[in-house]
């Protein structure tokens, strides 16, 4: 099993921002290693249609699961050109609402799974100087009301690609921030709104909807698989900073635009 080809991790790939970034991965020749709780139809259409996918199911906060991550990495020849740590949970409760039970969920899905695998990635990464994304969000640098346990994982995970800068020269990594996109999340998000939140906040996503303006996820896809796979990383940016995939230094990394 032992592959030349460049290794690459996809989490939450069974759909919405994650399964479109691995349509795009398909298109090169490699070995992919993605995971999710469930295979809906599309995803199993492209297991089908691809053997160079590992694709894992399972809930990522089992650490069994980064063990047959990295078991797989070694069969394959011990590299990892880049990790999408993309799965995220977004709850929409107020602080006085929300159980210390539903803090630690979130918190070992959005957080430490992917404190877990990057930790046990580091050698394989140093090995092939490969990257580290992450999936972040705005609400990482801006408090709103309903959005606590959320936002305080993506906070946590800037500041993680930060520290993980700063130790590791060899391995490169951003916190991205994806912008409002057209995925199942933001279905619940607007169905969980409903629960007694202000007006405005209601309408703002109500809004977003029905005004066309929420992002293909092919669009954010297409950033993440440029930053894994293009040689050249972009210039002026910085290993470790959180920036938006609308920010004009990724402007060539953005390969497909939303109308
Ligand atoms: N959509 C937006 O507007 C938006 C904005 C800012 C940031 N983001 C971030 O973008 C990333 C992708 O979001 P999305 O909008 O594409 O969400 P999505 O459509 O809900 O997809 C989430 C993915 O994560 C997987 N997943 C969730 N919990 C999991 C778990 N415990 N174990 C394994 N897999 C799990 C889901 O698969 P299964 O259900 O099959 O497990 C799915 O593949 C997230 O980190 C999110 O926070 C999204």
Redesign the pocket.
Same mark, same amino acid.
């Given at each position: 099993m032992a592959s030349k080809d460049p290794v690459y991790i996809i /989490? *939450?790939? $069974?759909? #919405?921002?994650?399964?479109e970034a691995l349509k795009y991965f398909v298109t090169i020749p490699c070995n992919i290693i993605t =995971?999710?709780? $469930?295979i809906p139809e599309e995803l199993s259409k492209i297991l089908d249609a691809h053997k160079n996918i590992y694709h894992f199911c #399972? %809930? =990522?906060?089992d650490t069994e699961i980064s063990d047959i991550i990295i078991e797989t990495v070694e069969k394959l020849g011990g590299k990892i050109n880049a990790i999408v740590h %993309?799965? *995220?949970?977004?709850p929409i409760l107020k602080i006085q609402d929300t159980p210390v039970e539903v803090w630690k969920r979130v918190f070992d899905?959005n957080f430490f799974s992917m404190v877990d695998l990057t930790q046990k990635a580091l050698p394989f990464l140093r090995n092939a100087k490969g990257r580290v994304l992450f =999936?972040s $969000? *705005?609400v990482a640098v801006k408090g709103k009301q309903g959005w606590s346990a959320y936002s305080c994982s993506k906070a946590s995970i800037n500041m993680f690609a930060q520290v993980l800068a700063d130790e590791e020269p060899d391995v490169f990594t951003l916190a991205i921030r994806? #912008? =409002?996109?057209n /995925? $199942?999340?933001?279905e619940y998000i607007r169905e969980q709104m409903k629960n007694g939140f202000s007006k405005e906040d209601i309408e703002l996503f109500e809004n977003y909807n029905k005004e066309k303006k929420l992002k293909d996820?092919k669009e954010p896809a297409s950033v993440l698989f440029n930053l894994a796979t293009k040689e050249k990383l972009p210039e002026k940016c910085t290993s470790g900073e959180f920036i938006s995939i609308d920010d004009e230094r990724l402007a060539s990394y953005k390969t497909f635009k939303s109308q």
């Open positions: /989490t *939450g790939a $069974s759909k #919405g921002i994650g399964l =995971v999710s709780r $469930s #399972g %809930n =990522v906060s %993309n799965v *995220g949970v977004a899905i =999936v $969000s *705005g994806p #912008g =409002v996109v /995925t $199942s999340m933001q996820p």
